[in-house]
């Protein structure tokens, strides 16, 4: 969620607004993720009745209704009475009344998550009530690309380090997907050739791998590296990933050295770091 950054800053600018012309106390942000609806960003005027990173599992909150509505709105005077919000856990333990909520989507139209208010006392809310927060859930769809978008940049570049004279490091991050394994490949295999590098230590503390699968580059890059008189030394493998990769065979030949971090990379080549 920390990559929200400006989502979570045009919203929180936005919120004291959006209350003060719906005549509301708490204004809330979430993001659907596999399992559940999480509040990214919150305005609570008085008490702190939605908290940020309050999470609640898809199926029993509001969003899911908001998002499978018609209209991709949801709003009611009182949720304590209503006939379908009334049957929710979650209501019974914020103990709210007013609510209205819209679907919150990228430019793309995909569904990021809702935006929503709510109140302790009874609220109506008019067609033009609903237009208004559609308006400003559009604006921030705008952030969502924004920030996704910063994301993804973020990761297009290759970062190899020169430690010392034969020694480099790439820090391999982010989402490696087709198309960056051939910028890495074509990169790696070109550093390794341009700078006469023995050694590259691979690290993989910044890697996303959602699928859990050891990235199908590392493979082929290890091999053309070994081709070339290049040897490699893996490090910052967490104990889940191991855990999942224990039984690879194709893993397990692997022509590289595995080790906890960067220092025990240098340490088995013949460096180590002293603090000056």
Do not use: W
């Not at 690290?203 to 490699?232: I, R």
């Amino acid at each position: 969620m920390s990559n929200y950054y400006s989502l979570k800053s045009v919203s929180q600018k936005m919120f004291k607004l959006i209350s003060k012309q719906l005549n509301v106390k708490t204004t809330y942000v979430t993001k659907r993720g596999e399992t559940a609806m999480t509040v990214l960003s919150s305005y609570n005027e008085e008490e702190e009745i939605i908290p940020e990173g309050y999470s609640v599992e898809y199926g029993g909150t509001y969003c899911r209704l908001i998002i499978m509505n018609e209209g991709d709105v949801m709003h009611t005077t009182n949720l304590m009475k209503d006939a379908i919000t009334r049957e929710l856990e979650v209501t019974g333990q914020l103990n709210v009344k007013g609510f209205l909520g819209v679907t919150l989507k990228d430019l793309n139209g995909n569904v990021f998550g809702t935006l929503c208010v709510m109140d302790r006392e009874e609220r109506n809310f008019s067609e033009d009530d609903i237009n208004y927060l559609k308006s400003i859930a559009d604006i921030l769809s705008h952030m969502i690309e924004l920030d996704q978008t910063k994301y993804n940049i973020g990761f297009l570049s290759v970062p190899i380090i020169p430690i010392t004279n034969g020694i480099s490091i790439l820090s391999l991050q982010g989402i490696v997907d087709d198309k960056r394994s051939e910028q890495i490949m074509r990169e790696v295999l070109q550093a390794a050739a341009n700078h006469k590098i023995s050694y590259f230590i691979i690290d993989l503390s910044k890697l996303l791998n959602e699928e859990n699968e050891f990235p199908e580059v590392l493979f082929h890059m290890t091999d053309a590296l070994n081709l070339m008189g290049v040897d490699t030394i893996i490090t910052a493998v967490t104990p889940a990933f191991a855990k999942e990769q224990a039984n690879n065979r194709d893993l397990n030949k692997l022509k590289t050295k595995f080790v906890n971090d960067i220092e025990s990379a240098l340490e088995y080549i013949g460096y180590s770091l002293v603090e000056k």
